[in-house]
Each structure stands twice: as C-alpha cells, then as structure tokens.
C-alpha cells in the first residue's frame, strides 16, 4: 500500500511540471515586460517568483 500512494504521488506531480513550467514562462514574460518599461518594482517582484518557481521545479524533478 506505502508503493501505491507512493507511485500515485509521484505521478500527480510530474503532471504539474508542465504547468510550473508554463508559471516559468510566464514570469519570463512579465519579467521582460518590466525590464522594457523600467519597473523596478515588478523586477524585483518577478525575479523572487522566478527563484520560487525554479526550486519548485527542481524538487518535482528530483523525485
């Protein structure tokens, strides 16, 4: 039963690398927004979740 909800665990989170991936993206996106408008504030903002998503993104590959 421990393997089972194991496998089961595993699984649902290599389903949501596609969408952390797409958060990535994204971000990505905003970020260079801000950079061409010179939005200090967004920059900062942006660069933190970027950091949040890519330890995310390593932690769901990592298993």
Do not use: W
């Not at 089961?8 to 290599?14: D, F, M, S």
């Amino acid at each position: 039963m421990k393997y089972v909800i194991e496998d089961l665990r595993k699984q649902k989170n290599h389903e949501r690398l596609p969408v952390i991936r797409m958060e990535i993206d994204y971000e990505l996106m905003t970020l260079y927004d801000a950079m061409q408008a010179n939005d200090h504030v967004q920059i900062i903002k942006s660069k933190e979740k970027l950091k949040q998503l890519r330890l995310r993104l390593l932690d769901l590959e990592g298993e």
